[in-house]
Structures are given as structure tokens and as C-alpha cells.
């Protein structure tokens, strides 16, 4: 659609008409405060149009003939993640109405802009059982100075069970003359291990055994945690788990950790050697 409209001052605004839920105090890297709450507990909504967040205003701008303005613009919704999210239905109603209008000495709208249908959001993670590990008993001369460790690594499998299914983020629907058209980003899984008790060697993930009160505790030895690829884990730091998510409901994931002991004092002496860990997962 052209509209011609004669010499004059124009100011062109992306706003918006409706809003049937108030502002959110979420404050987005991109598009700052302006990010409205909808339905759903923890999910939130903005409209924008190249990369600027509305309302926006271009201009003014002056002309000295007449100029041909067109209607040819483009316009996204993000729904983004403020807060922890519960479930519930967004419908098209529930979500904000917007204009791209031309002021002069009147007010044209060129657009209006709304939403249809609906989009289910349902909250769910991985069930994540604890994992019991038996590192086995060991003779003191296994262990043959300090930095040696134990002959065997035994595995520590981090299960993730009965997953949601896992659908990418930042998934986008292109919708235009030729139809619609979607892509997304894999979504992510990562995990970060914090020992309970005091880190003995970072550069080697060695934590500190954990006494009982009760038994003697093992000393001059560690509990060396590593990847897979038995790499020592970083404790405390954000890890990719590397799995390759699905999009189907109900999957089983799991992640492969492993364990040994590790020597970290000149004159060990024995007696029990446990120990613990958190591990928390970070969806993306």
C-alpha cells in the first residue's frame, strides 16, 4: 500500500494500541523495560521491529515535494522468560495490539497489528535421581605420591529422566506472502558441580573427603571428579553437557561423569574416604 502525502513535517511511530497486562520490572539486555507481562506467570512479551522495542518514533522529517510513504514493514514478538514460569494457555487476545502510524497535521495509520490462536506453555524439567557411587576399597600403595591417584576411574552417571521435550530457543515463525517459515536454536543443557566440602586442587578437580563424626577419615587423599573424557571438571563453572536434545516428551538423557582417588598429601593415612557433590543443571 502507497500513501502520497504533500510537503509538510511527518513523524513515523511504532506504538501500541492495547496492552491487556501491565509492564513487567524484568529488564531485558536488548529491548530494557519494556517488557509486558501476559497470562502466564513468569513469561513475558515485546513487539519490535528491527531490533528497537516499541514504542519507537522515527523522526520528524521534513519534505519539500510530495512523498509516497508505503506500509512495507516488518514485525516480531518475543516471548521471554522474566521470572520462574508456570503453566497456563497464551492466547492471541492476551497479547498486546499495535500500530505504524504517520503524524502530520493528521494521524495515519498504515498497520495494525494483532495476534490469533493460541500457545500452550508447560512448565516441566528432567527428573534427576541422586547417584550413589562406590569407589571401591584400595591398598595405601596404590597410591604412589602425591598427584598419583587410584588405578580405575568408576563412572558417575547423571541421569535425566522423563525430560520435556526440548523444542530450541529463539524459535522463530517467518509469516509473508509466501507462507510461513521456521528455525529455531538447539537448546542447551549445561551443569556446574559444587563439592560440599573445600576444593584441594582446582587445575585437578579434587575435592576434600567428608567425616562422619563418628569413623576415622582417610588424610593426604582427595576425590578427583572428571568428565567423559576424563578431563577434571572446573567446580563452580558452567559446563556443556554436549547432549544432542530432542523434541519428544518423556526422553532419557544422561550425562558421564567419573570419579577416582587422588593423592594429595606426603604421607597419607587410611581410613574411610567419602564424599559429595551438587550438581545443578542450567536449561537453555
Known amino acids: 500500500m502507497n500513501i502520497t502525502c504533500t510537503p509538510g513535517t511527518y513523524t513515523r511511530t511504532r506504538r501500541y494500541v492495547t496492552n491487556p497486562y501491565p509492564l513487567s520490572s524484568y529488564v531485558h539486555p536488548s529491548y530494557g523495560n519494556r517488557v509486558y507481562q501476559t497470562s502466564v506467570p513468569g513469561i513475558g512479551a515485546v513487539v519490535w521491529n528491527a531490533g528497537t522495542a516499541l514504542p519507537s518514533v522515527i523522526g520528524p522529517y521534513t519534505y519539500t515535494v ?46 495494525l497489528g494483532s495476534f490469533t490462536g493460541s500457545i500452550n506453555i508447560v512448565s516441566r524439567t528432567c527428573t534427576t535421581p541422586d547417584v550413589p557411587v562406590d569407589l571401591g576399597s584400595h591398598y ?3 597410591l604412589k605420591g602425591v598427584g ?3 588405578n580405575t576411574w568408576v563412572n558417575v552417571p547423571i541421569a535425566l529422566n522423563n525430560c520435556p521435550a526440548f523444542f530450541g530457543v529463539f524459535r ?55 568428565n567423559a ?21 518423556g526422553s532419557n538423557y544422561t550425562i558421564q561423569l567419573r570419579a577416582r582417588y587422588y593423592q594429595t598429601g606426603a604421607t597419607p593415612t587410611p581410613g574411610q574416604a567419602n564424599g559429595a557433590a551438587t550438581i545443578t543443571l542450567i536449561y537453555n
Not at 563439592?195 to 576425590?223: E, K
Open 66 to 111: 510530495q512523498t509516497v510513504f508505503t506500509a512495507a514493514t516488518a514485525w516480531d514478538i518475543s516471548l521471554i522468560k522474566i521470572g520462574p514460569v508456570g503453566a497456563g494457555t497464551i492466547r492471541g487476545t492476551d497479547l498486546p495490539t499495535w500500530e505504524y502510524t504517520h503524524l502530520g497535521d493528521n494521524t495515519l495509520r498504515m498497520l
Open 172 to 226: 522463530r515463525a517467518l509469516t509473508n506472502d509466501s507462507g510461513v517459515t521456521q528455525s529455531s536454536t538447539n537448546n542447551q543443557i549445561s551443569y556446574r558441580v559444587d563439592p560440599v566440602t573445600s576444593i584441594v586442587n582446582p587445575s585437578q578437580g579434587v575435592m576434600a573427603l567428608q567425616p562422619d563424626g563418628v569413623n576415622p577419615t582417610a588424610t593426604g587423599i582427595g576425590i578427583q571428579i572428571a
Open 229 to 249: 573424557s576424563s578431563t577434571p571438571v572446573s567446580y563452580g563453572t558452567v559446563t556443556n553437557s554436549g547432549l544432542a536434545l530432542n523434541q519428544t516428551n
Open 140 to 142: 595405601m600403595t596404590e
Open 148 to 150: 598419583t591417584t587410584t
